[in-house]
Every structure is written in structure tokens, then in C-alpha cells.
């Protein structure tokens, strides 16, 4: 009976021990989580702080707190030209994020549940602008749509139709983004619809509802986590895009909050203590609307990956399918192959004079010109070198970490988790011109060096797209239930067992699908690259900005073509090893 | 003596007279053989500009024509990030450049301390006017001129007052005063030459405004503007290449500005940049500049000038770098406002 008592007691008291073990364990963890958090996003968002609030240069200046007043910041909330800018960018991420849900819904639906021909070449056309950096999308659409020059109105003219278009406009902006940036809310749908039950949806339909309501009633209400995360995130990553609206907005000085942050720290001499005030505004704004994405969710259910295995349905289009895939060539034909042409053309043809389409078609105005003084550069070559190695480091590491910060936030009750998820987000409000300024006066100091190599390029991009690649993981984790993971700890694993038998393989699709975004995000960073490249350390990005800067629509145009057939190079390879992995998980996702 | 021997006499001065003005010559002083020497040991350094890259990789292939043993590295930036790149560097203690070369001798200025004192071997032949201090020299001169489109203006000005004329309205370009030294300079001397009112004429023709010369040339070429000031370099390199563009020198004056271009105390590679610079600074480096590049010099004695540039027709204007320092806030803010350039 002693005995007996004893040994529970023994039992109680080291599983107390165990439980105490574990509670230190979770703190170290989530201290771990936090110190990388403090290192990566809030002291270099303190020194932007402290920026916006004086006007001095923390490092040049010393980190002190004697100027402090927020007279910079009243005197930019006043001036009303940075009120138009927030209003038209208000207006342009808005009206482009419409256009963004409304294609990459559509196609997402069109790509995975119905029987639509060449559905995977509809799949690939929506993901392919995400190949297209900003500035080469900008440079693009206004070799096509400039109301002077532009080759969509020199075709009009040829066809003696009285149409013009003016991409030099809000509305201009508008469509261009919302093509743009419709990739972001088709990966997040598209995996949803895949990944959804479809028992739902029959049994709205046996209780009678039509195709059409079922979708409206029953699909897209069950995705509206994917579909809220790619709305918002296509509308952040736009209020934070420079290369569009600098190429077309300029010319009829439409301001955003990012082409005029651009301009303050290019003035002569420049105002970065004003930009700074500026970016948080954009702050204030992304704040919100993360804010309100958490107010949406909150309290309700989304999970659909159960433990019981099925397949997600196609629906039978019938004739209509003709319909919707016209519609996805089409969408083709707008978002990749005119914008391709155009760029081919400015990248062979000598100069970018056309005066009319036959001259367009005049071959001796082409040549390799462009494409030989690219290779020519020295630079070229080794920007190419740093930005692809840049860009493994970014994916690897920052995908590990996304994961631990992901799986930490939505898997687990530990305390502070939510700080975590919080701290993650807030790198999306700033945009990368400005915090590329804080991580230099952030970093610069680090002992052991950090400065003038690859990884502050590195740090820079795992800290800036932290957002994207937690919230893209999101997803995945929050569509495996926990009974999957009470499966596996019910059997005896631990939990980073369960982690590797059950989360893992179950989220690989997402994980891979998380590090080619973060892959592809950095490889067309721009902002903090800026401030952060040394004479070494030089990437791609940056020498496209050099050769738009220069002056040279040819030569960029070259190097674009050279960086697009790059990516598409490296991510195909990616693409194709995943899937001889996994069997389709990346394809399926990146599709 | 026999008229043979007279015109060899002729012939070896007037080739004598020739040689003098070829514009560099190979047994120009560049540098001591121990400086060279240590330059090649050194083997590499690193440049910070706010010249544009290609334009300066060509400066640097030419350099390595002479000196292949010596790599340049280089950081191109805009005026205000290199400014804030070299402030936030130097603070660090991580200065990286051996030489920074910058195009607003006032923003370099108070910068002066954190350079050495050099001075290239011929720093005599040099216009004080360009110099503002004995660390900085005038590595480039960039002159303005303007430029247009031949399939477009069939009637090109003649005179920067023609700029302004009604017929063409909606066809000019401009780039911002905010951008940086080259421009401040150019919009100095339309208001201290070319009368108060100019300004207000010339926004009376409804330019487009850029941020730089390089995107406002390249609008040139493809017809998006017609006309327009631009730095000569911006519209040269193209015009070689069989661009639609030609220039003009006005009879008024053309604005030229000096950048201010110094060698750091902290350089790792000080040889190497000395060298650099002296090569640059030389009558055969400036001769490249000019020729290859449509820069003009602030050599007191122009070895070559650039093509379509006549000194004896064009005024080169300097600015008064006193008032250089002190109009700018006051005279940008007015400008801003008469074209409605919205800060």
C-alpha cells in the first residue's frame, strides 16, 4: 500500500519535473523566437522611429533622444501634396486589389475545379507576373500604353479605329496592379480550393442549391481565410511597390506614398527623417488593415483538411469551358505575352522611336546591341552571381524560420505567441525604401562584420518578407486539424516527432511554396538593396535600377529578359526537383 | 638653305605643333614609378559615384587599358543616398570607398574632414574657380546644352529664350531642381542670366518633369517629350550610337557644373586611388571624358573639346559657389512653386 503510494507519488512528482521541464523549455523557445524578432524587426523599426521623430541620423549622430519632438512628423501629416498621395494610393491599391480577387479567384476556381483545356497553361499564366519585377513591369506597360508612344495606341492608329488608352493615369495604375498582384490572392485560393472537402459542396447541392450558388454559398465562404489573406497581402505588397508607379506615374505627376518617399531620400539633399514620417503613415494604413483581417477571422472555423482522405471535385463546364478558357488566354495574352513583346522589342531594337507599325517591323532598327554591352558589364555577371546566392540564403533560412515562427503562432498555446505573431507582421508596413535606410543605421555597427556582405542583404529580406512567408504558411497550418497531431502525440511522439512525422509533410507544399515566394521576392528586392549593397556585394536588382536610372529602356529591357528567363530557369529546376520529391505537392502549389 | 631643307624645318614644327595638341600623351606624368608600383601591389579599390555605371565602367575599361593590374570596384549611387551612404559608413568606422566622387560640391564640403589631402601632379593647370577645397577635385565636368528629337522638332531653338516659345508647348522636359548639383546649377544660371522670369516662361510650356537627365534622354529617343535641357554625357553616348537626337549650345552660355571628388583618410587602397584619380585628372583621362563622354573639363586649357562644341562661340558659366551654397533652399522653393512641383 506504501509502496503503492509512494511510486504515485514518484510518478506525480516526475511528471511535474517533466511538465516543469517543459514550461522551461517553451520559454527559452519563445525568448529564442523573440530575441530573433527584437534583432530582425524591432530595433531596426525603433531607429526608423527615432528617425521619423528627429532629424538626425542615429548612427552618424549618436542614438540620442535630445531632439525628439514630433514637429517633423506634424509638418508632413500637414503638408496636403503627402494627403494626395495617400489618397491616390489609397485608390490605386484599392481599385487594384478588386482587380487582383476578382482574376485570381476566378482563375484559381477555373484552374482546379473545372474541366477547362489546357488548364495548367491557365496555372502557369497566373503565377508568371510574379516573375516580372515591379520596375520591368512599369518600363513595359508604358512602352505599350503611353498615350504619346505607347505601341497599343500606334496599333490603333495603324487599324484606323479612334480608340486611345492613357497608362499614364489612376486608372492606368489601377489595372496594371491589380494584374500584377492577382498571383498573390490565386496562390492563396488556389490551394484552399484544392485542400477543401468537397462533401459540403454536395450537400448543398442535393439539398438543391445550383452550381453557381454552391459557390457563392458554400466554396468561397469556406476559403474566405485564403481569400481574405491574399486580398490583403496583394493590397500590402502594393502599397509598398515603387517600380510601377514610378515608371507610370511620374510622367503625369501622380504621386504614391512610395514614388514620394523614393524622392525624399533622392533629393539633394535628402530628406530621410521626412521620409521616415511618411512611411509611417504607410504604416498606420497596413496597421489597420492587418487589424481588421485579424477582426475578420477571429472566432471562426476554417479548417477543412480532416483526417479522412478525399478528392476535390471537377466540375463539368460543359460548353462554357470554352468560355472560361478563352477568358484565361486572354488574361495570357494581357499579363505575359504582350508585356513580353514589348520588352523584347526595346530590348533588340536600337532605339525606341517607332513611329508607326511598319517601322515597328523594320528589321535592320534590331540588334544584340543591348544584350552585348549587358554581358559587357562586369557587374552584370556578378550581380546575377550575389542575387541568386542572396536568394537560396533568404528561402532557406528564412522559410525555417517563417515555419518555427508559423507553427509556434498557430499550432501551439504558448504564451507569447501572440507578441510573435504581431512583431512577425509588422515588416509589411514598411516599405523597403525607408527600412532599407534602418537597416543600415541598424546594422552597420554589428561587430564581426556584417556589413558589406551577402548576409546583411540576407537579414534585410528574411526580416522584410517575414509577413508574406508567415501568413503564406499560415494557410497550411491552419487547414490541418489538430486531431492529426493529437493522432500522433496519442502514439507517444514528441512534439517536434510530430512535427516531423505529421505537420511537416502535410505542410511541404506550403513550406516549398513559401521558399520559392521568398526565393522570387528577393531575387526582384529592391528597396533595401539600395542601401545595403557594397561594391562586393552588388545584385541584380540593383543594376536594373542602375540601367533605368542610366537612362537606357534598351538595355534595361535586356537585363529584364536575362533576370525573367533566370527565375524561370532556377524555379522550373526547383519546380521539377519538388516534384519528383514530393509528387506534385510543388507543383500543385505553385500552380 | 634650299627650299627642301626649309619645308622639312616647316614640316617637323608644324608636326611638333600637332603633337602638342593631341590630346594626351603617353609620357604624361600620372604618377611617381614608387606610386605606380605600390598602385599594381595594391592591385584593387573601390569607387563610390554618383556618375552613372555604365558611363564610369567605360571610364574604368579605358583606365585598365593602361592598367590592367589594378580592379575597380564601384558603388553607384544617387547624389542623397551616396551622401547618406558615405555619412552613415564614416560614423560606423566601415568607410569602404577609397574614392568618392559626387556631383554637389556642396553637400560634399562639410564632409571635408573625413578626406585627405591630395592633389594630382597637374593641379596647377586646374581653374581655381572649380576647386572648393584642396581635397576635392573636379574629376568630372558635365556641361548642359539642349537637346531634342530631329523626327520631331523640325524647327530646333537656337537660344535658351527659344525654349520658351509657344510652339513647344506640351513637347518639353525638365528635370526637378531637387535633383541635384548639375541641375541647381542650370537653374541658377537661367534665373541669374537668362532674367527672373525665365523660369515662369519656360513652365509656361507645360514640361514633364524627371528625376534625372538619363530617363528625360531616354524619353527624348523614343518621343515621349520633344525637347529639353539635358546634360550633354545624357544625350552624347546616344547620339553616338545613331540615336534620332542632336544638341545645342545656346549663345547665352551653357551651365557647367564641377563635381567635387576626394580620396577618404580611412582608404585601404590609397595608391590604387591616386592613380585612379590622377589618371583621371590627366589631360589624357579628361581628353577621354570629353571625347568619348560629351564632358567638358575644368582644366584651364581644354585639351579637346566635345563634338559639336565650339570655344569660341560657347560661354561656359560657373557658378559662384558662395551663392551656390546660399540660394539653394530659397531658389529650389521657388522653383518648385513656379512649375508646380509638388514637395
Not at chain 1, 226 to 241: D, E, K, P, R
Not at chain 2, 67 to 96: C, N, S, W
Amino acid at each position: 500500500m506504501d509502496g503503492q503510494v509512494i511510486g504515485r507519488r514518484i510518478e506525480a512528482a516526475q511528471s511535474g519535473i517533466e511538465g516543469k521541464r517543459r514550461d522551461v523549455m517553451a520559454s527559452v523557445w519563445v525568448a529564442f523566437l523573440l530575441a530573433i524578432l527584437g534583432f530582425l524587426v524591432i530595433y531596426p523599426v525603433l531607429t526608423l522611429l527615432l528617425g521619423a521623430l528627429t532629424d538626425t541620423n542615429p548612427v552618424v549622430d549618436g542614438l540620442s533622444l535630445k531632439h525628439l519632438s514630433i514637429a517633423n512628423f506634424l509638418t508632413v501629416v500637414a503638408n496636403p501634396n503627402v494627403g494626395e498621395a495617400l489618397l491616390n494610393t489609397l485608390i490605386v491599391c484599392g481599385g487594384g486589389t478588386v482587380i487582383a480577387v476578382a482574376i485570381g479567384l476566378l482563375f484559381s476556381w477555373v484552374v482546379v475545379r473545372t474541366n477547362t483545356p489546357l488548364r495548367g497553361l491557365i496555372a502557369a499564366a497566373s503565377i508568371l507576373p510574379l516573375f516580372a519585377p515591379p520596375l520591368v513591369a512599369g518600363v513595359a506597360w508604358s512602352i505599350l500604353g503611353s498615350p504619346k508612344t505607347g505601341l497599343i495606341n500606334t496599333a490603333f492608329k495603324w487599324a484606323g479605329v479612334d480608340w486611345h488608352v492613357n497608362f499614364y493615369s489612376l486608372s492606368g495604375l489601377i489595372f496594371v496592379f491589380g494584374i500584377y498582384y492577382a498571383p498573390y490572392v490565386y496562390m492563396f485560393t488556389s490551394s484552399a480550393l484544392r485542400n477543401m472537402d468537397p462533401s459540403l459542396e454536395e450537400a448543398a447541392e442535393i439539398s438543391g442549391a445550383s452550381a453557381f450558388s454552391t459557390l457563392f454559398s458554400v466554396t468561397f465562404p469556406l476559403i474566405m481565410p485564403a481569400i481574405v489573406s491574399g486580398m490583403l497581402l496583394s493590397f500590402i505588397v502594393m502599397l509598398g511597390i515603387y517600380g510601377v508607379p514610378a515608371v507610370l506615374g511620374a510622367p503625369s505627376n501622380i504621386n504614391v506614398l512610395t514614388t514620394y518617399i523614393f524622392k525624399l531620400t533622392n533629393w539633394s539633399p535628402p530628406l530621410y527623417n521626412t521620409a521616415a514620417s511618411v512611411a509611417i503613415i504607410l504604416m498606420v494604413v497596413t496597421g489597420l488593415l492587418v487589424f481588421l483581417q485579424q477582426m475578420v477571422l477571429s472566432g471562426r472555423s476554417y479548417t477543412t483538411v480532416a483526417g479522412k482522405a478525399f478528392r476535390p471535385r471537377t466540375l463539368q463546364l460543359g460548353r462554357w469551358r470554352w468560355f472560361t478558357f478563352v477568358l484565361g488566354l486572354t488574361y495570357l495574352l494581357v499579363v505575359v505575352i504582350l508585356p513580353m513583346l514589348a520588352l523584347i522589342v526595346a530590348a533588340f531594337r536600337k532605339f525606341m522611336f517607332i513611329r508607326d507599325v511598319n517601322a515597328l517591323f523594320d528589321m535592320r532598327a534590331y540588334s544584340l546591341m543591348h544584350f552585348n554591352a549587358v554581358f559587357d558589364n562586369p557587374l552584370t555577371m556578378r550581380s546575377i552571381y550575389n542575387a541568386v546566392e542572396v536568394g537560396i540564403i533568404t528561402a532557406l533560412v528564412g522559410g525555417t524560420l517563417a515555419f518555427a515562427l508559423g507553427y509556434t503562432i498557430h499550432r501551439t498555446r504558448l504564451p507569447g505567441r501572440r507578441a510573435i505573431d504581431l512583431i512577425s507582421t509588422v515588416p509589411i508596413a514598411i516599405p523597403g525604401l525607408v527600412v532599407g535606410v534602418a537597416y543600415l543605421w541598424a546594422w552597420i555597427g554589428v561587430p564581426g562584420g556584417l556589413y558589406g556582405t551577402i548576409w546583411i542583404l540576407a537579414l534585410a529580406f528574411i526580416a522584410r518578407f517575414m509577413p508574406d512567408t508567415v501568413k503564406s504558411l499560415s494557410t497550411s497550418f491552419l487547414q490541418i486539424h489538430r486531431e492529426l497531431e493529437e493522432a500522433a502525440w496519442v502514439c507517444g511522439k514528441g512534439v517536434l516527432g510530430t512535427i516531423a512525422s505529421v505537420v511537416l509533410p502535410l505542410a511541404r507544399p506550403g513550406v516549398i511554396a513559401s521558399m520559392t515566394l521568398l526565393f522570387v521576392l528577393s531575387i526582384r528586392e529592391l528597396g533595401s538593396s539600395l542601401f545595403l549593397y557594397t561594391s562586393d556585394t552588388m545584385v541584380m536588382s540593383v543594376l536594373l535600377l542602375d540601367y533605368y536610372e542610366g537612362g537606357n529602356v534598351g538595355k534595361t529591357a535586356a537585363f529584364s529578359l536575362v533576370q525573367m528567363v533566370l527565375l524561370g530557369v532556377l524555379i522550373g529546376g526547383a519546380h521539377w526537383l519538388a516534384r519528383s520529391a514530393s509528387q506534385g505537392g510543388i507543383a500543385q502549389r505553385i500552380k | 638653305m634650299s627650299r627642301t631643307f626649309i619645308s622639312a624645318i616647316v614640316g617637323i614644327a608644324s608636326f611638333g605643333l600637332a603633337l602638342a595638341g593631341v590630346p594626351a600623351r603617353a609620357d604624361e606624368n600620372i604618377g611617381s614609378p614608387e606610386l605606380i608600383a605600390a598602385a599594381k601591389a595594391e592591385g584593387k579599390m573601390i569607387l563610390y559615384t554618383a556618375n552613372y555605371a555604365e558611363v564610369e565602367q567605360d571610364v574604368i575599361k579605358e583606365f585598365n587599358k593602361r592598367f590592367p593590374e589594378i580592379k575597380i570596384e564601384m558603388v553607384r549611387a544617387p547624389g542623397g543616398q551616396l551622401i547618406t551612404r558615405v555619412k552613415t559608413e564614416a560614423a560606423a568606422g566601415k568607410l569602404i570607398a577609397d574614392i568618392v566622387d559626387h556631383s554637389d560640391r556642396a553637400l560634399m564640403l562639410p564632409l571635408a574632414d573625413l578626406f585627405q589631402d591630395y592633389a594630382p601632379p597637374n593641379a596647377a593647370d586646374y581653374d581655381p574657380a572649380s576647386l572648393v577645397s584642396p581635397k576635392y577635385w573636379p574629376r568630372i565636368t558635365a556641361v548642359w546644352s539642349i537637346a531634342y528629337n530631329t523626327e520631331i522638332i523640325k524647327e530646333p531653338p537656337k537660344t535658351w529664350m527659344d525654349l520658351t516659345k509657344p510652339q513647344y508647348d506640351k513637347l518639353t522636359g525638365q528635370v526637378f531642381a531637387q535633383s541635384g548639383g548639375t541641375t541647381w546649377t542650370r537653374i541658377m544660371f537661367e534665373r541669374q542670366v537668362l532674367g527672373e522670369d525665365y523660369w515662369a516662361k519656360q513652365a509656361a510650356t507645360h514640361p514633364i518633369l524627371y528625376p534625372s537627365g538619363a530617363p528625360m534622354s531616354d524619353a527624348l529617343v523614343r518621343g515621349e517629350i520633344g525637347l529639353g535641357p539635358l546634360l550633354y554625357n545624357a544625350v552624347y553616348p546616344k547620339q553616338k550610337d545613331g540615336a534620332p537626337l542632336k544638341v545645342v549650345f545656346p549663345p547665352e552660355g551653357v551651365p557647367a557644373n564641377p563635381y567635387a571628388t576626394g580620396i577618404p583618410k580611412t582608404a585601404a587602397h590609397p595608391n590604387a586611388a591616386k592613380l585612379y584619380l590622377n589618371w583621371c585628372l590627366s589631360r589624357e583621362g579628361q581628353s577621354f571624358m570629353i571625347k568619348e563622354q560629351g564632358n567638358l573639363t575644368s582644366l584651364k586649357v581644354a585639351p579637346v573639346y566635345p563634338e559639336g562644341f565650339d570655344p569660341k562661340v560657347e560661354k561656359v558659366w560657373y557658378p559662384n559657389f558662395d551663392q551656390y551654397v546660399k540660394l539653394h533652399g530659397a531658389w529650389v522653393a521657388d522653383w518648385d512653386k513656379t512649375f508646380g512641383y509638388r514637395q
